[in-house]
């Protein structure tokens, strides 16, 4: 018996491959998509680049035009006191020799409150580019992006723990400022991590309304943000002696400044690149 051919027709499969134009077609638009979101990302970071540029310098200039208002050089310890008082072995007792000293007004304090009323001084390190107003608010996150002025810019401004009193009464004050790229700020106090940087700024200078402070630096390291080195609220006893001595325990180099409870202290900090580390310097007031 002859088997029935099938009635249906046999069909040739259907090639689902592409031919060389359109292989070539793709290509082209991928190329063109990728090329297109590389010149969008060279825009992008181009932009970023002026916006930053751009911050920097007004940042520099605000800060430039406001050194008006430091009317004279900080007066040099050995001047002020006794030299021995600022020797590396200064103990308690040859401290009290700053006790007397004359407190010198060396900021046009006034005209820096009708700019902003919520600057309490300045701070300065001699030969440095440290040389800025200081504000104290209520929001320690306010003064991270506006400078002194109360302009939106990444530099943002020298500015005082909020939870501190403004006027340096507590035994330990916390004074923030960015690493700036550029320098500025507190970009250079990472230089402290060399002891021969350290040997030749060892003072910080803080100006307040009543007139002109000085601080002389005994510690320098690295700290997470969960240190003791920020911790404050102390009474001059037990306590604080051990905080001291941890601050002192904790530097990178022995500074031969010791400290006690009946010093106030202050910790200047900004932030590395090394994720939640900052960088601190602790230093106690002479006068």
Known sequence: MNKKKSSKKSRKPISLSLDRRQKRRLIALGEGVALGRCICLVI???WKLVTIISEYGSGSKEYNRLEQYVLSKAEDPDEAGSSD????????ETDSSYEDTEVMQRIDFASLQEINNEAVGWIEIPDTKI??????????SWYLTHTFSGDENTSGSIFI???NSADFTDLHTIIYGHNMKNGSMFGTLKKYKKQSYYESHPYIYIDLEDGTHC???????EAETTDISYTIGYAQDDIYQAFLDELVAASLYDTGVSVSTSDSVITLS??????????????????
Do not use: M, W
Request: hydrophobic content about 35%; glycine content about 2%.
């Open 44 to 46: 992008f970071c181009a």
């Open 85 to 92: 008082a600022a020797d590396t072995d200064a103990d308690t």
């Open 131 to 140: 040389s800025y107003p200081l504000v104290h608010t209520t929001d320690n």
């Open 161 to 163: 723990e909020t939870a």
């Open 215 to 221: 601080y002389q630096i005994f510690s320098c390291h």
């Open 270 to 287: 900004t932030c590395t690149s090394n994720g939640t580390a900052r960088f601190v310097v602790h230093a106690k007031k002479l006068y």
